[in-house]
C-alpha cells in the first residue's frame, strides 16, 4: 500500500521524468547525510519543517545556509561547497531561478549525490543536464510527503 500511496504523490508533481515510486522508496532508505540548501531559520517554514522531519527520522542533516551560524543544533555551512565529507542526497529549498546553480554544484560533488528539489521547485535544464549524467534528480515533490507515504499506518491500515 505505501507504493499506492507514494505514486498518488507523483502524480502531484509538475516533472513526469521524476524517478518512479520504487527508486523513490530504495533512495529514502539508502541515503543517511543530507545537506539542505536553503535550510529555514524560521519553524514556521517548509524550509524547516521538512528538514526538522527528516532530522527526528534520524537522517544526518546539514544545514546549508550563509545567512545563519546555527539551525537544528548543528553549525552551518554558507554554501553546498564547504560540506565537508559525502552526503548521499541534497535537497533544495531555494526558488528555481537559484536551483539550477545548486543542482550544478551538487553535480559536481565527487560522490554524486541525488538531488531533491521540493515542491514547486524546477530547473528543466539543469535536471536534464545531471540525469544525462547519471544522477537522481526530483524535482518539484515534497521530501516530507514522500516519506510519509511510505510509512505504515498504525494497525496495517491503508490511507483514508
Not at 118 to 138: K, L, N, Y
Request: hydrophobic share 40%; aromatic share 4%; charged share 30%.
Amino acid at each position: 500500500m505505501p507504493l499506492y500511496r507514494l505514486s498518488r504523490e507523483l502524480e502531484a508533481s509538475s516533472d513526469t521524468d521524476n524517478p518512479g515510486p520504487e527508486e523513490l522508496r530504495d533512495l529514502l532508505e539508502r541515503s543517511r547525510t543530507i545537506a539542505v540548501v536553503g535550510l529555514s531559520r524560521d519553524p514556521s517554514k517548509a524550509a524547516r519543517r521538512v528538514p526538522s522531519y527528516l532530522a527526528a527520522k534520524g537522517y544526518d542533516v546539514i544545514p546549508v545556509n550563509p545567512n545563519a551560524t546555527r539551525i537544528l543544533g548543528k553549525d552551518v555551512v554558507d554554501s553546498l561547497d564547504q560540506v565537508e565529507g559525502p552526503v548521499d542526497m541534497v535537497l533544495v529549498f531555494r526558488p528555481s531561478e537559484e536551483a539550477g546553480d545548486v543542482i550544478r554544484q551538487a553535480a559536481a560533488r565527487p560522490e554524486k549525490p541525488a538531488i531533491w528539489l521540493q515542491e514547486g521547485i524546477r530547473s528543466d535544464d539543469a535536471a536534464r543536464e545531471a540525469r544525462a549524467d547519471g544522477i537522481t534528480v526530483v524535482q518539484d515533490l515534497c521530501a516530507y510527503k514522500v516519506h510519509r507515504a511510505l510509512a505504515p499506518r498504525p494497525g496495517g491500515r491503508p490511507a483514508a
